[in-house]
């Protein structure tokens, strides 16, 4: 009986494979901090994807990332038994299995690895499961894989997604969901963010589990989301600055939004003494293929670099909680630091390249107005008002040309953070992303910790978990199987319905 037929003919389905694969999580402790490239919003076969799980993972092994987060649509990938039938072309919404993509990924892999069978109307394959593909392509200390879900929504056709990392169930707001659960309903966009958090942090709570929660794409659909969203969310400690962009242009009236959303959102929260919003990048992959992975929705367009002191979820979050990473389009640092009240910044140069380091803050006794553009629909773009707040919200204090750059903070700042662009075009540049590679570091206040390091010191981070980033004090880290047990015992895990 070969390897797979034996797991699966047990009572307890994953658990050998899931014990075996996930103990690794415990402790890869360094005895200093190091970045640590990640992506933390893919998609695969499991949802809307267009590739299987392991050419996903392949793709960002191949591309030396150190972290992935496969984040399906309202799904974990945890049935042992789900398949999927090879046709011969991706038809519409959530596409098929091609016979192209099937024969490359048959052929990538082993045959003791892919699994088939045949039926009346041809051939079908099993997806692999996240402990599967854990065990097989997991490499302490050079490659994590973590778990989690697209919270995927649209309330009152206004698109409400939320990636949630480090927990492998489906929260149940939306367990047993399509891919997109629509929702009509007297509630706000606020409303049903804030209800998500509460779910998220609850079941995570129970689970005793670190994790961290992320609005996605707020520029998607078009001004979905708002400021005002994130100001009545404080909770909410994560979002996304980058990631692919949208189908419709830009209002011509309207200030870039995710920059402009991110200065106000911040203005507004440092001014009511509630903590920062962080940015991330992501490149929100679904292709793997030759012809499409370097392009809009492919891989390598957007990621996160975290300084931490291992490859360890708790470790990565924990530096992210506090604000010790940056986001990129392209652009790397070498060093990012927050001493004494001054962003520091090293830009990695390429050869040929030239940089611009940009300052950005937010001044005390900003304009707190906002008034509202109205934009009707046309074609398949909905309606929508769209705010508009003041131009000393998100204001550029300093520009310096080339690598090297610094900015200390004026008493009236409220935050700084730092905006680095090259003059080398974007790997893809669709509506809402920007034309050139670009890196960003998190704002940082006249509270905030020190991160990073400045010469002639040792590196210095001093942890403020936020609630959204949380082990419970004496808490050891705890690996899926137990987590799975418990979410059992809890009636907070189910397995996920495919499609």
């Known amino acids: 009986m070969d390897k797979v037929k034996c797991v699966f003919g047990q009572k307890l389905g994953l658990v050998p494979i899931l014990a075996a694969a996930l103990m690794s999580e415990i402790s890869w402790a360094e005895n200093s901090t190091r970045w640590f490239r990640g992506q933390l919003h893919t998609h695969t076969y499991w949802s809307d994807g267009r590739g299987f799980p392991e050419q996903a993972i392949a793709a960002y092994k191949q591309r030396d990332y150190h972290f992935l987060c496969m984040t399906e649509h309202n799904r974990f990938a945890d049935n042992p038994d789900e398949w999927r039938e090879v046709k011969t072309d991706e038809g519409g919404w959530p596409p098929n299995v091609t016979q192209a993509i099937f024969d490359?990924?048959?052929?990538?892999?082993?045959?003791?690895?892919?699994e088939t069978r045949a039926s009346d109307s041809g051939t079908s394959v099993r997806l692999k499961t996240y402990a599967e593909c854990k065990a097989k392509f997991e490499e302490p200390g050079k490659f994590l894989l973590m778990p989690g879900v697209e919270v995927t929504q649209a309330l009152n056709k206004?698109?409400?997604?939320?990636?949630?990392?480090?927990?492998?169930?489906?929260?149940?707001?939306?367990?047993?969901?399509?891919?997109?659960?629509?929702?009509?309903?007297?509630?706000?966009?606020?409303?049903?963010?804030?209800?998500?958090?509460?779910?998220?942090?609850?079941a995570?709570?129970?689970?005793?589990?670190?994790?961290?929660?992320?609005?996605?794409?707020?520029?998607?659909?078009?001004?979905?989301?708002?400021?005002?969203?994130?100001?009545?969310?404080?909770?909410?400690?994560?979002?996304?600055?980058?990631n692919g962009g949208s189908d419709h242009a830009p209002h011509p009236l309207v200030a870039e939004h995710n920059e402009k959303l991110w200065d106000v959102v911040n203005a507004f929260r440092v001014l009511h003494g509630n903590k920062a919003l962080y940015g991330i990048?992501?490149?929100?992959?679904?292709?793997?293929?030759?012809?499409?992975?370097?392009?809009?929705?492919?891989v390598g367009d957007a990621w996160i670099m975290v300084r931490a002191a291992s490859l360890a979820p708790d470790h990565l979050m924990e530096a992210m909680g506090a604000g010790d990473f940056y986001a990129s389009s392209g652009v790397l640092l070498d060093d990012v630091s927050f001493q004494d009240k001054t962003l520091r910044i090293k830009v990695?140069?390429?050869?040929?390249?030239?940089?611009?380091?940009?300052?950005?803050?937010?001044?005390?006794?900003?304009?707190?107005?906002?008034?509202?553009?109205?934009?009707?629909?046309?074609k398949k773009r909905p309606a929508r008002f769209i705010p508009q707040y003041a131009d000393?919200?998100?204001?550029?204090?300093?520009?310096?040309?080339?690598?090297?750059a610094s900015y200390k903070l004026e008493t009236d700042d409220l935050y700084v953070r730092a905006?680095?662009?090259?003059?080398?075009?974007?790997?893809?540049?669709?509506?809402?992303?920007?034309k050139v590679k670009t890196a960003w570091t998190q704002p940082y206040t006249h509270k905030s910790v020190s991160v990073g390091k400045t010469i002639g010191l040792e590196p210095k981070r001093t942890i403020d978990i936020d609630d959204q980033i949380t082990k419970p004090p004496g808490i050891p880290a705890v690996d899926d199987l137990m987590m799975l047990k418990t979410a059992n015992s809890l009636g907070l895990y189910s397995k996920s319905k495919g499609h």
């Open 158 to 202: 206004f698109g409400v997604h939320l990636n949630y990392i480090n927990l492998p169930l489906v929260i149940p707001c939306v367990n047993g969901a399509d891919l997109i659960k629509n929702i009509k309903a007297p509630m706000t966009v606020s409303e049903l963010i804030s209800l998500n958090a509460t779910e998220t942090k609850k």
């Open 281 to 298: 990048a992501s490149d929100d992959a679904h292709y793997y293929d030759a012809k499409r992975i370097g392009g809009t929705s492919g």
């Open 104 to 114: 490359s990924y048959a052929r990538d892999f082993a045959k003791d690895w892919v």
């Open 348 to 378: 990695k140069q390429d050869d040929g390249v030239n940089y611009r380091i940009h300052f950005v803050t937010t001044k005390q006794g900003f304009n707190q107005g906002m008034s509202k553009i109205s934009s009707p629909s046309e």
């Open 204 to 242: 995570a709570d129970e689970l005793k589990r670190p994790y961290m929660l992320i609005v996605n794409h707020p520029q998607w659909i078009y001004y979905d989301i708002v400021p005002k969203d994130f100001i009545d969310c404080p909770e909410i400690r994560f979002f996304e600055v980058c």
């Open 392 to 404: 000393d919200i998100g204001r550029t204090v300093k520009t310096t040309t080339g690598v090297d």
């Open 419 to 434: 905006r680095i662009e090259s003059d080398s075009p974007s790997q893809t540049s669709p509506h809402f992303h920007p």
